[in-house]
């Protein structure tokens, strides 16, 4: 299969950085296809703006990023940085997020990565979201770091559940746009950690991409159990990550 590797960490001796070598080995070790996106590495622009688009505006009155970016797909003139990601994405069969949790989310490099290259017109469009998402048959996996312990993410932990802190990520941008979302890999504080269990940490990650094809996604309740106001219907029992009934 042919596997994206989006990557965010500003130093290439960091943890995030181990952890995308051991992807890249392991998954290239099992005759995949490999491409890795190394965003602070290549400068990447987040900054979603006018300068997404190479062509006249579609309304020189007012800028709408949605509009703009809809337009510059059917016209080919979306900016080469993005087509270039945008063609990547598309040949992907599995898609890796790396990155340390900033803030509770993903470094903004890598926010404005998924801002600039989701564009209207190709993750998604009218109609297209969830169930009919853009991706479908595309599987997707967040690997990230923290700072603080796995106890810190445990549902009653002080953060909170591991899951709700990744649901603007795994619901949010993947699973909205149609992928299948393998529950994330998570090395917690590996800065606080031994080197012994640093390394148990990266042979973890190992095991989980060698393991891919039997692991179950993440629960996402289907459509039809919203009723039309897009709320759970009536007896459904909430079962996501943070989604509760009411
Ligand atoms: P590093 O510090 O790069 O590495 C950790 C250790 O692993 C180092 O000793 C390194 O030498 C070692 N190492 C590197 N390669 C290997 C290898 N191959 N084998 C074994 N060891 C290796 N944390 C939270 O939990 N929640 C937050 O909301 C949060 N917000 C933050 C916001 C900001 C702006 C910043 C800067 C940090 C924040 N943090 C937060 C902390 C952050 O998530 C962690 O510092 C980060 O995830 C640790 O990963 P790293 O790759 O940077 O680790």
């Known amino acids: 299969m042919n596997v994206l590797i989006v990557y965010a960490h500003p130093e290439p001796t960091s943890f995030n950085a181990a952890m995308?070598?051991?992807a890249v080995e392991t998954l290239s070790g099992l005759g995949h296809e490999v491409t890795v996106s190394d965003l602070y590495a290549t400068g990447w622009n987040a900054v979603a703006g006018p300068?997404?688009?190479?062509g006249p505006p579609s309304d020189g009155d007012r800028f709408s990023l949605a509009?703009?970016?809809t337009a510059a797909m059917e016209t080919g003139t979306i900016a080469p940085d993005i087509a270039a990601e945008q063609a990547k994405l598309g040949a992907a069969d599995l898609l890796i997020l790396q990155f340390p949790i900033w803030w509770f989310g993903m470094p903004a490099i890598m926010k404005g990565w998924?801002?600039?290259v989701f564009a209207r017109g190709f993750a998604y469009?009218?109609?297209r979201k969830y169930d009919t998402g853009m991706f479908r048959g595309k599987r997707a996996i967040v690997a990230a770091t923290t700072g603080t312990s796995a106890d810190t993410y445990a549902p009653d932990g002080i953060d909170g559940d591991i899951l709700a802190v990744l649901w603007p990520v795994h619901n949010g941008l993947l699973r909205y746009t149609g992928f299948d979302v393998l529950p994330p890999c998570v090395a917690y504080m590996p800065g606080r950690e031994s080197p012994e269990v640093r390394t148990t940490q990266l042979s973890t990650w190992a095991?989980?991409?060698r393991t891919l094809d039997s692991t179950e996604p993440l629960f996402f309740h289907p459509a039809s159990d919203y009723g039309p106001n897009e709320r759970l219907r009536p007896g459904i029992p909430a079962r996501s990550a943070v989604q509760r009934n009411v």
Do not use: P, S, Y
């Not at 300068?51 to 190479?54: I, V």
């Open 20 to 22: 995308k070598n051991v």
């Open 51 to 54: 300068a997404d688009m190479t």
């Open 67 to 69: 509009r703009e970016q």
């Open 114 to 116: 998924a801002d600039r």
């Open 125 to 127: 469009t009218t109609g």
């Open 207 to 209: 095991d989980r991409l």
